[in-house]
């Protein structure tokens, strides 16, 4: 099955620094997701982004499928963006999500 | 609108005892995906609903877990004669149908913790 791979596992911040999440994928996707996890275990959607570049307030990411990988870029950190940011991709089994093993962010006030 | 609701929140059981989960989806997604996330295991698929096709169960990991979708709505994740490496957060997700080679955004619930004692 399709590999999901993140880095880096975990990332320590200044509030107001920025940073890049990785996400690399072995094979074709039809469905690219990124989620935030709240410390209450709820898995919050960021973006469905299976091609292209979009951009909510102080995130974006871009995914570039020919070369299969995703960046996720935060702008300006909070403490309130800590927690832990999943990759999330489906392959050629419709429905499915494979999920990486995600970054854990921690910002410092 | 009302997102994906899940019961109960939290489940203590008794190893040996079966127990039931449940997930109300989002209103007009007829696509359903049960996961689970475990320390050891992160975040995994375990089975996929969608319309009145044969679920994809590719991802149960024993003959003890069995899910049912009734009405195309809701749906039940049972798992019997439960073990103690079965404790973990269960997780459901909607979607609207995949439809050619489009795969839809998929919303999840709360999800419910599980723990085998």
């Known amino acids: 099955g399709i590999q999901v791979e993140q880095s880096p596992p975990d990332l320590i911040l200044q509030e107001g620094a920025n940073s890049t999440l990785r996400c690399n994928f072995s094979?074709?996707?039809?469905?690219l997701q990124w989620f935030h996890q709240n410390p209450w275990g709820q898995l919050i959607n960021l973006f469905y982004?299976?091609?292209g570049t979009k951009q909510n307030g102080r995130l974006s990411a871009t995914t570039v499928a020919t070369e299969r990988y995703s960046l996720l870029y935060i702008s300006s950190s909070q403490t309130t963006d800590s927690g832990v940011y999943f990759c999330?991709?489906?392959?050629?089994?419709?429905?499915?999500?494979?999920f990486g093993q995600g970054t854990i962010l921690t910002v410092h006030p | 609108g009302a997102g994906v609701s899940q019961s109960p929140s939290n489940k203590v059981t008794e190893k040996g005892k079966d127990v039931e989960l449940r997930c109300d989806p989002i209103?007009?997604?007829?696509?359903l995906y049960w996961y689970r996330q475990s320390l050891g295991q992160g975040l995994e698929f375990l089975i996929y609903?969608?319309?009145?096709?044969?679920?994809?169960k590719s991802g149960l990991p024993s003959d003890r877990f069995s899910a049912e979708r009734t009405g195309g709505s809701v749906s039940t994740l049972t798992i019997q004669r439960t073990q103690q490496e079965d404790s973990a957060v269960y997780l459901c997700?909607?979607?609207?149908?995949?439809?050619?080679?489009?795969?839809?955004?998929?919303?999840f619930g709360p999800g419910t913790r599980l723990t085998v004692t």
């Open positions: 997700a909607s979607s609207l149908a995949p439809s050619g080679l489009i795969s839809y955004e998929q919303y």
């Open positions: 094979d074709s996707v039809n469905n």
């Open positions: 982004i299976p091609s």
């Open positions: 999330a991709v489906c392959g050629t089994s419709y429905g499915k999500l494979t």
């Open positions: 209103s007009g997604h007829t696509a």
């Open positions: 609903f969608q319309g009145n096709s044969a679920p994809d």
